[in-house]
């Protein structure tokens, strides 16, 4: 589907995403609705959920929510799922930048009757790594919403990246199976030009280093798993990404990803859930348990839940979704 929501620049848009109905009859209120936003799939249009298949290079990405999604279709619930911003829609892909990402979610919410008039008004914000940042930025102070929120379920957040990525962002050579660091540090950057005009600037101007300028282009070509290649970022180590100003520009980042950070939420009088892994690489569980602290100090109604698993593990079918599942038909309910 595609409706009409603003970008991250505050030009009209349409964005896409997919409508999952239950089979069940709805209610005489309409079936209740989740959102559900999914974890980092690149920031090209080829990597939107909404238009792949199996055998496309991120299906393993994209279909990390089927376990959660198809629990809750059997319970009677829909399931919207955005593409975000600049991933089956024109513009940059503003990864992991609370405000657009949280757009994305919350008009596709108000636009739910266009895609079927049996949607109802009972609704709870979900997702899964970068989707929990989407969701948990639904759920901000102050931010208008559509509808009342009942509740939001969070899946491995991730939080704290710019001391994720500043221990890491230092390596000189692309350890194992890790070029992935690269190409994600890249999406971070590019995503921070939609929010900070500093960013843009020294990314245009001697930032990056000549062999991450020959690379950019890949951005608008290539999804996460593609850009892991040896051909493209997964070649490059973070310590080649800086240019000589790159000092200048991973401090510009890291301003952007802490006016970013979920733990520095104040979140509107919610229930909130956090589903994390005991051995996330991508969301380590010293920093999510700081998260759940400050979240706990603030007043937050939070459940939480530990899995023996790592980042994308945890939503496999025998972790978080029965459990998770549980709990938003709970929130739905009330």
Same mark, same amino acid.
């Given at each position: 589907?595609?409706?009409?929501?603003?970008?991250?620049?505050?030009?009209?848009?349409?964005?896409?995403?997919?409508?999952?109905?239950?089979?069940?009859?709805?209610?005489?209120?309409?079936?209740?609705?989740?959102?559900?936003?999914?974890?980092?799939?690149?920031?090209?249009?080829?990597?939107?959920?909404?238009?792949?298949?199996?055998?496309?290079?991120?299906?393993?990405?994209?279909?990390?929510?089927?376990?959660?999604?198809?629990?809750?279709?059997?319970?009677?619930?829909?399931?919207?799922?955005?593409?975000?911003?600049?991933?089956?829609?024109?513009?940059?892909?503003?990864?992991?930048?609370?405000?657009?990402?949280?757009?994305?979610?919350?008009?596709?919410?108000?636009?739910?009757?266009?895609?079927?008039?049996?949607?109802?008004?009972?609704?709870?914000?979900?997702?899964?790594?970068?989707?929990?940042?989407?969701?948990?930025?639904?759920?901000?102070? @102050?931010? +208008? *919403?559509? &509808? =009342?929120?009942?509740?939001? #379920?969070?899946?491995?957040?991730?939080?704290?990246?710019? %001391?994720? !990525? @500043?221990? +890491? *962002?230092? &390596? =000189?050579?692309?350890?194992? #199976?890790?070029?992935?660091?690269?190409?994600?540090?890249? %999406?971070? !950057?590019?995503?921070?030009?939609?929010?900070?005009?500093?960013?843009?600037?020294?990314?245009?101007?001697?930032?990056?280093?000549?062999?991450?300028?020959?690379?950019?282009?890949?951005?608008?070509?290539?999804?996460?798993?593609?850009?892991?290649?040896?051909?493209?970022?997964?070649?490059?180590?973070?310590?080649?990404?800086?240019?000589?100003?790159?000092?200048?520009?991973?401090?510009?980042?890291?301003?952007?990803?802490?006016?970013?950070?979920?733990?520095?939420?104040?979140?509107?009088?919610?229930?909130?859930?956090?589903?994390?892994?005991?051995?996330?690489?991508?969301?380590?569980?010293?920093?999510?348990?700081?998260?759940?602290?400050?979240?706990?100090?603030?007043?937050?109604?939070?459940?939480?839940?530990?899995?023996?698993?790592?980042?994308?593990?945890?939503?496999?079918?025998?972790?978080?979704?029965?459990?998770?599942?549980?709990?938003?038909?709970?929130?739905?309910?009330?």
């Amino acid at each position: 589907m595609s409706y009409p929501s603003t970008s991250a620049s505050g030009a009209p848009v349409r964005l896409t995403g997919l409508v999952h109905l239950p089979h069940s009859p709805p209610p005489a209120d309409g079936w209740p609705v989740v959102s559900y936003g999914h974890m980092t799939t690149g920031g090209a249009a080829s990597g939107a959920p909404s238009t792949a298949a199996p055998g496309h290079p991120e299906w393993r990405r994209i279909s990390q929510g089927d376990a959660l999604c198809e629990r809750l279709l059997a319970r009677g619930v829909a399931v919207l799922r955005p593409d975000y911003e600049g991933l089956g829609s024109p513009g940059v892909h503003p990864y992991l930048i609370g405000d657009p990402l949280a757009t994305s979610v919350l008009d596709m919410v108000a636009a739910r009757r266009d895609f079927d008039p049996r949607l109802g008004d009972r609704w709870v914000s979900a997702g899964h790594s970068e989707g929990s940042v989407a969701a948990l930025f639904t759920a901000r102070s @102050g931010r +208008t *919403r559509p &509808l =009342p929120l009942r509740g939001v #379920a969070a899946f491995t957040p991730v939080t704290r990246m710019d %001391l994720t !990525i @500043g221990a +890491t *962002r230092r &390596l =000189p050579v692309v350890l194992p #199976a890790c070029g992935i660091l690269s190409a994600l540090i890249a %999406l971070m !950057i590019r995503g921070a030009t939609t929010a900070s005009a500093r960013v843009a600037e020294l990314v245009g101007g001697g930032g990056l280093s000549t062999r991450a300028e020959a690379l950019w282009p890949h951005l608008d070509e290539r999804c996460a798993s593609d850009l892991a290649q040896p051909d493209s970022f997964g070649g490059l180590p973070p310590a080649a990404i800086g240019g000589r100003h790159g000092g200048e520009l991973f401090g510009a980042l890291f301003e952007v990803m802490r006016a970013n950070e979920v733990r520095d939420l104040h979140l509107a009088p919610v229930p909130v859930r956090i589903d994390a892994g005991w051995f996330d690489e991508v969301a380590p569980a010293p920093l999510t348990r700081r998260l759940m602290s400050a979240y706990r100090t603030r007043g937050v109604d939070l459940t939480t839940c530990w899995w023996p698993s790592h980042h994308s593990g945890t939503m496999q079918a025998r972790h978080a979704p029965s459990a998770a599942a549980d709990w938003i038909v709970a929130r739905l309910a009330e």
